[in-house]
Structures are given as C-alpha cells and as structure tokens.
C-alpha cells in the first residue's frame, strides 16, 4: 500500500498539491515552454508521436504474453490480467509525466484502492480517462464495447482481465453484479460514450440498473481536463499544448437507487451543475472536440 500510494501521489515524480488543472499547469516550467514557438511546437508533436508508439508497443507486447495466459484458472488470469495492465498504463503515464506531456493530479483515487465495491460513474471527455483509472485503481473492471475487446492491441489483455462486454444489456448486467460481489469495482461511463456538448451528454440507465440489482452505491468521478486530446470527433495526431492537464475528483456518493429513471434524473443534474465550471466546457463549446482548431497557443 505505501508503494501504491507513493506512486499515485507521484507519478514520475511530477505532481504536486494544487487546486486545479490550471493551477497544476502553473506550477511547472516545461523544457519546451523554453524554446521558441516553432520549436516548441515541433519538440510537443515528436513527443505525442513517441507517447503513441509507446502506448501501441505496451499494448502489443501485453496481447502476446496475455494470449498464453489464457489457460490459467479464472481467479489468477483475472488476477494477472489487471495487475499487467495497471503496470502496464502506470509506466506510460509515469514517462508521460517526466517528459513533461502530461501532468495529472491523481490522488482522489487513492481512496477507491482499499474502498467498499462501487458502480464507479465518471464523466468521459477524452479516451484516456479509463486508461488513467486503471493505471491508479488496479482492481478496476472496465465495461468496455465489442470492438475494444476484438482490437488486435487491445482485446487479448482486456479478456485476461475479464473486463466486462458492453452488450448484450443483460450479459453486461450478470456480469458486472458479479464483479460487485466479488469485492470489486465496475467502471462504466454514464455517458456511453466520450462527451460530444458541454457539459455532458444525456446518460443511459445501465449505471442505476447494476447498482440497484447488486445493492451498491454508485460512485462518481469528475474529471478535469484542458486539452481536447483523444475527445470524439479529434484526430489523435493533432498538435496538442503540452503539458495536458487531467484532474480527477471524487463527486458525490449515491446510495443503490430504488427507482432507476428517477436516479438518472437525479444524477445527470448533479453531473451538470458539478461540470459547470470544468475546463473542457470551453473546447466543447468551441467544437474542438469535432475537430474545428485545437487553440495551440
């Protein structure tokens, strides 16, 4: 635990205690916030070039050795399958944190590591928010769609996990209130899919359903973010401003819903009035996220 702990609170030995995304911003000098604009620019794309390749090189690497572990006993593949993964994103974003690309303020997770079982909700701005969960809450089970769990690069580490299949509706179900007896935490976005309008998008039911059939709180997760990198709509290789800045807090704790529309209700205003002053209501609003100008200063 002091070694989760040492790295939750440090990641590349970046992090420091701040109020915010901005704030955390401000706190660093960058090498490339040094160079001249042309420069800079050059030095933060051949970083995202590098940070991608290294993402596909893990994950391909993880698919190989995960294929032949496979045919160990549920209990330990699972067991392996997220240890491996959790290490896995840990060093990416730990080397993403000391080459200054992204700085993140993970420390509201650290209560999820030894915490209840919770149907965990966060909003979903960019594809890299269930990555950094897993690189923090190890113990995580992760609803993830079809096409995820049949990627070539991702597919074979997320079935040695037993992450769960977003569909068929009442497969998913079984599956995730199993994962909630078990102990552990099921991951599912709310939104469905990554945010598209500020400040959030309509949410489906599939949250209050698992939480009300297994009788546990669900939990939300705000995350704050300043950069529209991997948002829906964004070409990954798009220049982005480093550092980029995630945040992530913990929002209110809703007791099992008894009636699950009305909890929806309920929880799609919270999550409105939460994310009012998030950062990335302005790249939303901006259409940033549909691929319209990045804002690179």
């Not at 923090?136 to 993830?144: I, Q």
């Not at 199993?178 to 949250?207: C, D």
């Not at 209050?208 to 990954?236: M, N, R």
Request: aromatic share 6%; net charge positive; charged share 20%.
């Amino acid at each position: 635990m002091l070694l989760l702990r040492t790295l939750v609170l440090r990641p590349g030995g970046a992090l420091r205690r701040t109020q915010g995304v901005a704030e955390l911003q401000k706190s660093h000098t960058e090498p490339a916030q040094t160079l001249a604009p042309q420069a800079r620019r050059l030095l933060e794309s051949v970083l995202l070039l590098v940070g991608l390749g290294f993402f596909g090189v893990l994950c391909l690497v993880w698919s190989v050795i995960a294929l032949p572990l496979m045919l160990l006993p549920l209990r330990w593949g699972r067991r392996c399958g997220r240890l491996g993964i959790f290490a896995g994103f840990r060093l990416l974003f730990s080397w993403a944190g000391l080459c200054g690309i992204m700085r993140i303020d993970a420390r509201a997770l650290l209560a999820l590591c030894d915490g209840p079982p919770v149907v965990l909700a966060p909003n979903h701005p960019g594809f890299l928010d269930a990555l950094l969960i897993i690189a923090y809450v190890p113990r995580v089970a992760c609803v993830l769609k079809s096409s995820l769990l049949n990627n070539p690069l991702l597919g074979a580490g997320a079935r040695l996990a037993r992450y769960i299949r977003h569909d068929p509706p009442r497969s998913m179900i079984r599956s995730a209130v199993a994962e909630l007896e078990r102990g552990g935490i099921v991951l599912l976005f709310p939104e469905g899919t990554r945010t598209t309008r500020a400040p959030i998008n309509a949410l489906q039911a599939g949250v209050g359903i698992i939480a009300k059939q297994a009788g546990v709180p669900v939990q939300t997760l705000i995350i704050e973010s300043d950069s529209p990198f991997g948002s829906k709509g964004s070409p990954l290789l798009r220049p982005q401003t480093m550092p980029m800045g995630y945040r992530f807090r913990l929002g209110r704790r809703f007791d099992p819903p008894t009636d699950t529309r009305a909890f929806v209700t309920e929880l799609d205003r919270y999550f409105r009035q939460t994310l009012a002053g998030a950062p990335q209501q302005q790249w939303l609003e901006s259409g940033t996220s549909r691929g319209e100008s990045a804002g690179h200063r």
